[in-house]
């Protein structure tokens, strides 16, 4: 049974900074040969992805949040991480954490808002 628990989100005003973090736990799989990734779901609308690092570190980020967020993992501590700076309020959204593009957290909202 794959866990995964995001953390770090909260309010914070345009144009800060977040970290979120999702912590990995509870399988039987080599976390680091896992695509990881952070999606987010807007009030109202569709969960959309945010960014994705792969086993081999390559990168892939929307098109809304790049050159703002970066993503990076920790395969010892089977932990990934995102970044979020100059935040914006379209950025309002709860943040899932994924792995392998099946499993998925449980969500942390983040509000971005004066």
């Known amino acids: 049974q794959v866990q995964l628990v995001e953390s770090g989100g909260g309010l914070v005003q345009p144009g800060g900074s977040l970290k979120l973090s999702c912590a990995a736990s509870?399988?039987?799989?080599?976390?680091?040969?896992?695509?990881m990734g952070w999606y987010r779901q807007p009030p109202g609308k569709q969960r959309e992805l945010v960014a994705e690092?792969?086993?081999?570190?390559?990168?892939n980020y929307a098109d809304s949040v790049r050159g703002r967020f970066a993503i990076s993992r920790d395969n010892a501590n089977k932990m990934v991480y995102l970044q979020m700076n100059a935040l914006k309020p379209e950025d309002t959204a709860v943040y899932y954490c994924?792995?392998?593009?099946?499993?998925w957290g449980q969500g942390t909202q983040v509000t971005v808002s004066s």
């Open positions: 994924n792995l392998g593009r099946r499993h």
């Open positions: 509870g399988y039987a799989y080599i976390f680091g040969d896992y695509i």
């Open positions: 690092i792969t086993a081999g570190g390559s990168l």
